[in-house]
């Protein structure tokens, strides 16, 4: 084993981030397996980075191991798609499109891992991951059992699953198996997707991969107008992505924000999520006066997008001061807390 030291804010799409001492590539399930029993035994954490685009470490560094899964390989049998947890997610994407599947195309252009999609339940356009997972193979990071979880055994929500809440660092994720539908029709249901398609493609024209293919580029193309595409030369999208969820409250706590809304004659924007109501996060950040573009101490808020907190030449600590100075603010004005998406490394 082979570790180096490495600058952390050079492997997240924040480019937050001192250093590591104890970086490690693991491309083996033997090799994790083998880093975790040397962390245990030498009082190490040990910190599972993907792709680094869901993360935010310390300006100090991280103390402990940092292990990168670079598990790598895809393979189809009949409608079930399986994915080792290092490999690309987008480019996962496209393979699973080029063979002819339709299921995963409105998760285009999503950065990081496989492994990681379903840590956080990944969703964008109307699609999760969970509507298509049927296991996740994992290694118990105590016991180093290898473990499969059903779906159901999952215990996925919105931006959420068992791996970010009750056994949050209990496991590592090594494979993803996915029910896609070989031959299928490409899924959309989300009302910004189906006016962009209305608008752009006629749909009618083509089938097959080619109609998949032209969902995916439409799914693209919107987010790369948000910089909701990870791309080196766009400042605006040196984030997490969406850096916080979208608040889900129950009917006492949304009547009083609704009076709140009409006593400002604001029209907020929601919609009913079974027994909750899921309020928007950008809407709450931008009627609390917080506009695109607002940046204090080179931490900012997206030009492009109000959900997304960029790196414009700042700290992590300004980026958390700007973090809290947002919730404090919607807070304030609408008495909603937010709830921070991105993962905080701390040492533990
Ligand atoms: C521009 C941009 C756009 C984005 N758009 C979206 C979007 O539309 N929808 C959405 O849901 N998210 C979005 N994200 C967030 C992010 O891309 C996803 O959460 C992604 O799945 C994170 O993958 P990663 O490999 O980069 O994980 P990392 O950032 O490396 O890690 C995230 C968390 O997962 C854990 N983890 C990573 N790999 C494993 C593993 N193999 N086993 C166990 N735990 C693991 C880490 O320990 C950490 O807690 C966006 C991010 C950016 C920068």
């Not at 491309?27 to 599972?48: C, H, M, Q, R, W």
């Not at 191991?65 to 987008?90: H, M, P, Q, R, T």
């Not at 180093?144 to 699953?161: D, P, V």
Request: charged share 25%.
């Amino acid at each position: 084993m082979k570790f180096s030291e490495r600058l952390l804010s050079e492997f997240t799409t924040i480019r937050l981030g001192g250093n590591s001492r104890h970086f490690i590539e693991c491309g083996s399930e033997d090799e994790i397996t083998e880093i975790l029993k040397y962390g245990a035994e030498n009082n190490l954490s040990v910190f599972v980075l993907g792709g680094g685009s869901n993360v935010i470490f310390p300006d100090e560094g991280y103390q402990g191991i940092v292990l990168k899964v670079s598990l790598k390989g895809i393979s189809f049998e009949n409608d079930i798609v399986s994915v080792k947890a290092g490999e690309d997610w987008d480019a996962f994407v496209k393979t699973t499109i080029e063979n002819g599947y339709a299921g995963l195309e409105c998760l285009s252009g999503i950065p990081g891992t496989a492994g990681a999609t379903p840590v956080q339940n990944v969703g964008a356009y109307g699609v999760e991951v969970s509507n298509y997972i049927t296991e996740v193979h994992a290694i118990d990071r105590i016991t180093f059992e290898k473990i499969i979880f059903t779906s159901k055994e999952c215990g996925f929500a919105y931006r959420n699953s068992r791996f970010k809440s009750a056994d949050k660092d209990k496991y590592i994720i090594t494979e993803v198996k996915f029910r896609l539908m070989k031959n299928g029709e490409p899924v959309i249901k989300y009302p910004e997707l189906e006016k962009y398609l209305a608008s752009h493609i006629n749909l009618n024209t083509l089938k097959g991969i080619d109609k998949i293919l032209a969902i995916r580029d439409a799914v693209i193309r919107i987010r790369i107008n948000k910089s909701m595409i990870y791309d080196e030369n766009d400042p605006d999208s040196h984030s997490c992505g969406s850096f916080f969820t979208n608040p889900v409250v129950n009917q006492s706590v949304f009547n009083e924000f609704m009076s709140k809304c009409a006593q400002n004659h604001l029209k907020p924007a929601y919609f009913k999520d079974g027994e909750n109501f899921k309020i928007s996060a950008a809407w709450l950040i931008e009627n609390s006066g917080l506009k695109k573009g607002y940046t204090v101490n080179g931490a900012g808020i997206s030009s492009k997008h109000s959900l997304a907190l960029v790196n414009r030449g700042c700290s992590t600590n300004d980026i958390i001061d700007l973090s809290n100075h947002i919730k404090k603010t919607v807070f304030d004005n609408f008495g909603i807390l937010l709830e921070m998406e991105p993962i905080l490394a701390a040492y533990r």
